[in-house]
C-alpha cells in the first residue's frame, strides 16, 4: 500500500514534450505542494497540503517526467469563516484560498492511496 505522507503533492499546470537526442520526453510543468501535518485531519480524516513558495513569494514549480506522476488527486478547498466572493471562478481557486484536502473519496484509487 503507498502512503500518502511519502509522496509528493503536485498540481499539473500543463503537459508539453519534446525530443531531444532521437529520444522522446513526455513532461509535466507541475506546482509543488508541501504536507501540513504528519496525519490527516482529525475532523475530515482527509490530508491537508498548501502550496510552496519560493523565497520571492512566487509559487515553486517545476518541470517532471510524465512517468513520475502516480495518480490524480482532487484538491478540495480548506473554508475559512468568511464569504467567498461573488466574482470568484473555479480557475482561480488554487490561487485563493491557503489549505487544501486531499479527496480520497474521489473514486476507489485515490481511496487506496490516501488511506
Known amino acids: ?17 519534446f525530443v531531444w537526442r532521437g529520444n522522446y520526453y513526455p513532461c509535466v510543468l507541475v506546482r509543488w505542494f508541501t504536507h501540513v501535518a504528519d496525519a490527516p485531519d482529525e475532523v ?8 510552496d513558495m519560493n523565497t520571492d513569494g512566487s509559487p515553486a514549480v517545476a518541470v517532471i517526467h510524465l ?3 502516480l495518480h490524480v488527486a482532487h484538491l478540495l478547498p480548506v473554508f475559512g469563516n468568511s464569504l467567498m466572493p461573488i466574482d470568484l471562478s473555479h480557475y482561480h481557486s488554487l490561487d485563493t484560498f491557503e489549505t487544501y484536502y486531499i479527496n480520497k473519496y474521489i473514486d476507489y484509487h485515490a481511496f487506496e492511496i490516501a488511506s
Open 67 to 69: 512517468d513520475s506522476v
Open 44 to 51: 475530515m480524516d482527509m490530508w491537508v497540503v498548501r502550496p
Open 1 to 17: 500500500m503507498v502512503f500518502v505522507e511519502r509522496l509528493d503533492v503536485v498540481c499539473l499546470c500543463t503537459l508539453f514534450s
